[in-house]
């Protein structure tokens, strides 16, 4: 969900983010089991929208979703504890973060990144995993000056092993009964 900037930077004054999330609760009756995220409301956490009251106060909001590309390995876990205490009860997970491809070696961050989210139980999914780029389709993130997060899933970054570590780590959070 994502409302206008000025919207976000203004504490979402005309209730858009509750009133789509209150929209989406009634489409869904009483299926609790199915949460009503916000999408990474504003974008990355970087805008100041992700914790706005208009959210956390918001009682059709079940889980609120972070968006983060800041790149900076390994402090995933300094950022949870605070995350959760913004969130006024919300699940919190981690919907979109990527590893700046221009910046960072994805074969090393990518395992080392998931291994210290799963140290800390933050539920997450990165952003673009990429088929194999073909002659039709050449497209290289390290070449792509406004988006350089994507992975090819052949492209040697062991995907499998920290993302199969995460089943074995408890959830900083109790996500029973919604997540299986």
């Given at each position: 969900?994502?409302?206008?900037?000025?919207?976000?930077?203004?504490?979402?004054?005309?209730?858009w983010?509750?009133?789509?999330?209150?929209?989406l609760?009634?489409?869904?009756?009483?299926?609790?089991?199915?949460?009503?995220?916000?999408?990474?409301?504003?974008?990355?956490?970087?805008?100041?929208?992700?914790?706005?009251?208009?959210?956390?106060?918001?009682?059709?909001?079940?889980?609120?979703?972070?968006?983060?590309?800041?790149?900076?390995?390994?402090?995933?876990s300094?950022?949870?504890?605070?995350?959760?205490?913004?969130?006024?009860?919300?699940?919190?997970?981690?919907?979109?973060?990527?590893?700046?491809?221009?910046?960072?070696?994805?074969?090393?961050?990518?395992?080392?990144?998931?291994?210290?989210?799963?140290?800390v139980?933050?539920?997450?999914?990165?952003?673009?995993?990429?088929?194999?780029?073909?002659?039709?389709?050449?497209?290289?993130?390290?070449?792509?000056?406004?988006?350089?997060?994507?992975i090819?899933?052949n492209?040697?970054?062991?995907?499998?092993?920290?993302?199969?570590?995460?089943?074995?780590?408890?959830?900083?959070?109790?996500?029973?009964?919604?997540?299986?």
């Amino acid at each position: 969900m994502t409302p206008s900037g000025s919207n976000c930077k203004n504490g979402d004054p005309y209730g858009w983010a509750c009133g789509r999330a209150r929209q989406l609760r009634n489409l869904l009756g009483s299926n609790r089991a199915t949460l009503v995220s916000t999408g990474g409301l504003g974008g990355d956490i970087s805008h100041s929208c992700t914790f706005l009251p208009a959210v956390t106060k918001c009682d059709a909001v079940d889980a609120i979703s972070i968006h983060r590309y800041a790149s900076v390995p390994g402090r995933w876990s300094d950022s949870l504890s605070g995350w959760i205490s913004q969130s006024n009860g919300k699940k919190v997970y981690l919907e979109e973060w990527g590893i700046d491809s221009t910046r960072y070696d994805q074969k090393s961050a990518f395992v080392s990144e998931v291994n210290n989210m799963n140290s800390v139980g933050l539920p997450s999914m990165y952003w673009q995993i990429l088929p194999p780029a073909t002659s039709s389709c050449p497209y290289n993130p390290s070449q792509d000056s406004g988006d350089p997060f994507g992975i090819f899933y052949n492209s040697g970054v062991d995907l499998a092993s920290p993302m199969k570590g995460a089943t074995n780590v408890q959830a900083a959070q109790d996500w029973t009964g919604s997540v299986y």
